[in-house]
C-alpha cells in the first residue's frame, strides 16, 4: 500500500513555539527526544517518526505499525510546575488528544489513565516519561495514533484506526491531523502550566467528566499478580482512579497499575 508522506511546510509554520523534526526511522520518538532534551533542546521540540521501529508503551510494551500509517511524535516540555502536579500531564495528554478528535468527527473517549478508544478499541496510546537533563528535568509527551492500519495491520485484535472508524473508509490527512494535534497539545499544556491550582482543577474536572471508566465496574491488574475489582467511581484531584470494592474504596494511580479493563473482560 502507498501512503502519503508528511508535508513538512504546514509543520515548519508551527514555529517558534513548536519545531518539528520529521524523521524517515527511528527505534521511539520517546528515546529520540530524550537525547535531544539532554543536549539541551529546548521546550516545544517535537520529534515525528514516518517509521517507529520500536515503539514503547507503558511497562516497556513494544509494537511497530507500517511506515507512514500512523502518527508518532514525541512533544519535549520542561513543566516550571510543582513536581506533585506532574501526573497530570498523561491525563492532559489523553484528554486533548481524544478532545482534538472529537472536533475532527470522531467519537473517540478517554480511557483512565490516557488511552484513546473509539467504543472499546484501542485509537491512541500514550507514554510520558520524566527525564533528568543538565538543564533540570524535563517531560516528554509521546503519542502513537493509528491513523491508515486496515485490520490486518493492527498491532492487536483490540486495536482500531481512523480509517477502520471513518464512514467513508478513508484515513484523514496525517499532516493536517498532525497540526491539529500539536497545536491543542501545545495550548493545553501552556493552559495548564501558566494557570496553577485553578488550571489543574479545570483539567480535574473535564477531564472525570470525559473519562469513560468512570461509572464502570472494573478490574485493576496490580503488580505481583494481585487484582483489585469494584466501580470506578471518580477520578480524584490527582488524577488517581478511584474504586470502591466490596471491602472498602481504593485509591490507584496511574503509576501503580498494569492494566484496567472492563470487569467482564
Not at 493492527?154 to 471513518?166: M, N
Amino acid at each position: 500500500m502507498r501512503r502519503s508522506s508528511l508535508d513538512p511546510r504546514p509543520l515548519a509554520d508551527l514555529a517558534p513555539d513548536l519545531v518539528v523534526e520529521v524523521l524517515e526511522t527511528a527505534t521511539s520518538t520517546n528515546a529520540v527526544a530524550a537525547e535531544r532534551a539532554r543536549a539541551g533542546a529546548d521546550e516545544g521540540l517535537v520529534v515525528v517518526a514516518e517509521h517507529q521501529t520500536a515503539g514503547r508503551g507503558r511497562l516497556d510494551r513494544s509494537w511497530e505499525t507500517p511506515a507512514r500509517s500512523s502518527l508518532t511524535f514525541s512533544l519535549l516540555t520542561r513543566p516550571s510546575v510543582p513536581a506533585a502536579d506532574w501526573p497530570w500531564l498523561p491525563l492532559l495528554t489523553g484528554y486533548t488528544v481524544a478532545k482534538t478528535l472529537r472536533a475532527q468527527g470522531y467519537d473517540a473517549d478517554v480511557k483512565w489513565p490516557n488511552d484513546v478508544l473509539i467504543g472499546d478499541r484501542k485509537l491512541v496510546g500514550i507514554l510520558v516519561e520524566r527525564v533528568e537533563t543538565p538543564a533540570g528535568a524535563a517531560a516528554i509527551l509521546g503519542v502513537g495514533l493509528n491513523v491508515d492500519l486496515t485490520t490486518e495491520e493492527l498491532p492487536v485484535p483490540t486495536a482500531t484506526s481512523l480509517a477502520l472508524e471513518s464512514p467513508a473508509g478513508a484515513a484523514p490527512d496525517r499532516t493536517r491531523l498532525l497540526v491539529e494535534l500539536l497545536r491543542s497539545l501545545r495550548e493545553a499544556y501552556d493552559a495548564w502550566q501558566a494557570g496553577g491550582a485553578d488550571a489543574v482543577a479545570r483539567l480535574h474536572a473535564s477531564y472525570a467528566a470525559a473519562c469513560v471508566t468512570v461509572g464502570r465496574e472494573v478490574r485493576v491488574d496490580l503488580p505481583g499478580g494481585r487484582e483489585l475489582t469494584g466501580r470506578a467511581t471518580a477520578v480524584d484531584e490527582a488524577g488517581r482512579l478511584v474504586v470502591l470494592a466490596d471491602d472498602g474504596e481504593s485509591v490507584v494511580g496511574a503509576g501503580d497499575v498494569v492494566h484496567v479493563r472492563a470487569r467482564e473482560q
